[in-house]
């Protein structure tokens, strides 16, 4: 790590709640470096007073900075968009290191472009980016934007494409869930890659690995482009071994460890044990159900019935896995409902909780009473098979079951990332 603890560093944008920035350049030096929600009219003002020493620009104000800049490199300019931004002698200059990071994050995914045609969805500054990327790449590049001439109405002109890029927010986060294209509209697919990294697995990325396409989502594009812009911050140089590491931290401590299993089979207990041991957060969407709904679980199936339980229950899991970085637990039925399985993955890792039939309670638990444990084991472990990333076994002793679930989760996420 480089030690620059005077610098004054930051990102400048509009809504950056959802940024990984901060830890990502807290990996590459110890300098300070600020969040700058932005609105339209203050970008001016911000880049004229401020006391910046060098920040980075993300959307919308990659071409809104460029009037106020002294100098900007000719890759910027050819670009026509800056993302970092540093303070010299004769002012302002913009540099543009989306370029490397997109050209880090295309040749990390394997996926090749070179007399492919691929469809780049989004016509704003991160699209002119990727364009060039892939035009020096030798793609036949085709924009796909909302008025353009190559629309979302006229896709079906463009079934043989082989590469889809995203660069539009559709899917970011908090709008999760949300796809711009459908993937089996195209046949001839080799590869998906996702601008965005919050969540961690849009769903685009999730009908890609769906559909066995190879995917990627943009957190190396972020961090291969945060570590160029930090050589350009401090005039140095970093080896590119770091953006592969610090990507692989900031994905797995961003990743939910999620819980499924029986009811009573200790995911609560477990869980939150794991969440003070881990430092992160804990999260039960049976509480956030009997918070909402002013009543118990057993007095919603009582009154209400299964159907708007379950209901209930997709809301909370939506709420829930659009978190990063936390434990959640789920209610043991919680894979009965089909449009769970996208919503926790989208941020994390699934972790199957198993625990002898025999020592499972049913006291509180309506469907565990009328059912039968064993005959609900019976029906529902074909789901908690599809679900699960993982399987951790339940101890006697709640510490060893949460040393269980992390080594559990640390697994699946390796065995992903290889």
């Known amino acids: 790590m480089i030690h620059r603890k005077d610098f004054q560093a930051g990102l400048i944008g509009r809504k950056l709640s959802h940024s990984f920035s901060p830890q990502i350049h807290a990996e590459l030096a110890d300098y ?6 932005l609105e339209p009219d203050d970008v001016g003002t911000f880049l004229q007073n401020g006391s910046f020493d060098a920040t980075n620009v993300t959307i919308p104000y990659k071409k809104t900075v460029m009037p106020y800049l002294a100098e900007i490199s000719d890759e910027a300019q050819k670009i026509g968009s800056v993302n970092t931004i540093t303070r010299t002698a004769k002012g302002l200059r913009g540099d543009n290191t989306d370029y490397f990071g997109f050209s880090y994050m295309l040749q990390k995914s394997g996926i090749a472009v070179k007399n492919k045609k691929c469809l ?3 016509s704003g500054g991160a699209s002119v980016t990727v364009c060039a990327v892939l035009e020096d790449m030798g793609a036949e ?3 796909i934007s909302r008025t353009g001439e190559n629309n979302y109405e006229n896709l079906d002109r463009h079934k043989d494409a082989a590469v889809i890029v995203n660069t539009t927010p559709v899917g970011m986060y908090p709008n999760n869930g949300e796809s711009p294209v459908d993937l089996s509209l195209f046949p001839a697919l080799s590869g998906v890659l996702d601008l965005i990294y919050n969540p961690a697995r849009t769903q685009l990325l999730l009908d890609a690995q769906k559909l066995h396409i190879p995917c990627i989502n943009g957190l190396t594009m972020l961090t291969a482009q945060a570590k160029k812009a930090c050589e350009l911050f401090l005039d140095t140089r970093i080896d590119d071994s770091e953006i592969d590491r610090i990507t692989a931290k900031i994905a797995q401590d961003s990743e939910n460890i999620i819980l499924i299993g029986m009811p009573g089979c200790g995911k609560s207990t477990a869980g939150k044990l794991l969440a003070e041991q881990t430092g992160r957060q804990f999260a039960d969407t049976d509480e956030v159900i009997v918070q909402k709904a002013g009543m118990s679980i057993p007095d919603i ?8 339980f379950r209901r209930l229950e997709h809301e909370a899991v939506c709420e829930c896995a659009k978190k990063s970085g936390f434990v959640i637990a789920t209610g043991g039925g919680v894979i009965k409902t089909e449009s769970n399985f996208d919503a926790l993955h989208q941020n994390g890792k699934v972790i199957w909780l198993q625990r002898d039939l025999q020592l499972l309670p049913s006291d509180g638990r309506p469907l565990s009473q009328q059912e039968g444990i064993v005959k609900l084991f019976a029906q529902r472990k074909p789901l908690y098979e599809r679900f699960c990333d993982a399987v951790a076994q339940c101890e006697a002793e709640a510490t060893l079951t949460a ?4 080594s559990a989760f640390t697994a699946a996420f390796k065995e992903e990332r290889q």
């Open 301 to 308: 199936f009582a009154k209400y019935g299964e159907a708007h």
């Open 32 to 37: 300070n470096y600020t969040l700058f929600e």
């Open 403 to 406: 040393q269980n679930i992390l």
């Open 120 to 122: 780049v969805l989004g």
């Open 141 to 143: 590049v085709i924009v």
